[in-house]
């Protein structure tokens, strides 16, 4: 009896920590901070997905109420040969957003980077005439977006398919089809999965040639009756550069046009640039020179304040257009895996991120963009 009172007693005290613990509120995440204003995304990679680690796990859950795939779903990811698929990474990763109740973003279906040459060509090697290639960029999307049919609620359909001069990228997409690959793969996607959101997204979407250029196309597309939801802003920014009037105005063009506005793969690079340039152009490489990393022990004081204030100025101004905007996603989670250790030097040291190695939140950041709603 004296033991069976002591079980009980235990289990009750247990039970008691356990229920008080459940009500202990957590701490606000950046999810909660914007709640009212639009989803917080994150791009995650093969190793994020893979480990499924539980320390990640509790970063995404507290922070972030959208996933989207760093390389996952990318052609040479999924559709590596000719005839055959491997949905291993992307199918965890799907698995993972719908254990976290998010918004699940697929990306991305057609691009001119990170597909294999023989999608382009014949068995001999020759290129395929415009036929044959829109086909075969049917069928892939057929076979990828069908394979996540209402599961994946939005996908960047078409990828960087203008220059920054406003002009359509000569791709082998373009040289073979025109502009109707575009048109195509967004028809196709329409078909597959009609209640998917479906986006277009690009770089330096701040520069006016460029934004023009894409409202004029997806204005084309939707008088010709083919679904195009919105617009996605790549959000790779630097210290000083864009300015904000300059994002701003490619905001209001956007969604003054009947757009929905996404900022996405948002990242602040603090690292000097070999050509001064802005962008996302994955072609742009330059030789490893230690003048270009110069943060490799850390980040001084002095620029630690220059990118919280950054974050949150250009946090301040999404905050503004909230009514315009339905997603703001970072191009990671924490510093290490961030692209931009690797572009356009390899090896250096970036820290564009709001999470430092150890997915730790950066405070100095975090601090600034807590009191934007306040």
């Known amino acids: 009896m004296r033991k069976s009172n002591f079980t009980f007693l235990n289990s009750s005290i247990i039970l008691v920590l356990v229920t008080c613990l459940s009500f202990v509120p957590q701490d606000p995440g950046v999810k909660d901070i914007f709640d009212e204003d639009f989803y917080i995304g994150a791009a995650l990679g093969s190793f994020t997905v893979r480990n499924n680690d539980a320390a990640v796990r509790m970063v995404l859950e507290q922070h972030f109420n959208s996933i989207s795939p760093e390389n996952l779903l990318k052609w040479q990811s999924v559709h590596p040969r000719l005839g055959e698929y491997n949905f291993k990474d992307a199918d965890a990763f799907v698995e993972m957003g719908e254990k976290l109740n998010s918004f699940i973003v697929g990306h991305t279906l057609v691009w001119h980077n990170q597909t294999p040459k023989w999608v382009y060509q014949g068995e001999d090697g020759s290129p395929l005439e415009m036929t044959e290639l829109l086909s075969r960029m049917e069928d892939h999307i057929e076979q990828v977006m069908g394979r996540y049919k209402g599961r994946i609620q939005g996908w960047d359909v078409v990828n960087e398919a203008f220059t920054d001069d406003g002009k359509y990228r000569n791709s082998e997409w373009f040289s073979a089809a025109g502009v109707d690959f575009i ?3 967004f028809q196709k996607a329409s078909e597959v999965d009609p209640s998917a959101e479906l986006y277009y997204n690009d770089y330096n979407m701040w520069k006016p040639a460029k934004v023009d250029a894409s409202i004029a196309m997806a204005k084309e597309m939707r008088d010709e009756g083919i679904k195009i939801d919105g617009i996605g802003m790549q959000g790779h920014y630097g210290l000083t550069s864009p300015s904000l009037d300059q994002i701003e105005l490619s905001i209001n063009k956007i969604y003054e046009a009947g757009f929905t506005v996404m900022i996405t793969e948002f990242d ?16 742009d490489n330059f030789g490893y020179d230690a003048a270009f990393d ?18 949150r100025e250009i946090f301040q101004l ?26 356009p030097i390899r090896g250096r040291t970036a820290y564009p991120l709001l999470f430092d190695k150890n997915y730790q939140v950066k405070e100095y950041i975090f601090e600034q963009l807590k009191g934007i709603n306040s």
Request: charged share 35%; no cysteine; hydrophobic share 35%.
């Open 318 to 343: 999404f905050h503004l257009h909230r009514e315009k905007i339905s997603r703001v996603t970072f191009w990671g989670i924490r510093d290490q895996d961030s692209w931009l250790n690797n572009w």
């Open 183 to 185: 048109k195509r793969a």
């Open 268 to 283: 602040i690079d603090v690292l000097p640039n070999p050509s001064n340039r802005q962008g996302a152009d994955i072609d």
């Open 294 to 311: 110069p943060y490799k022990e850390g980040l001084p004081d002095e620029i630690k304040e220059k990118l919280a204030a950054r974050y």
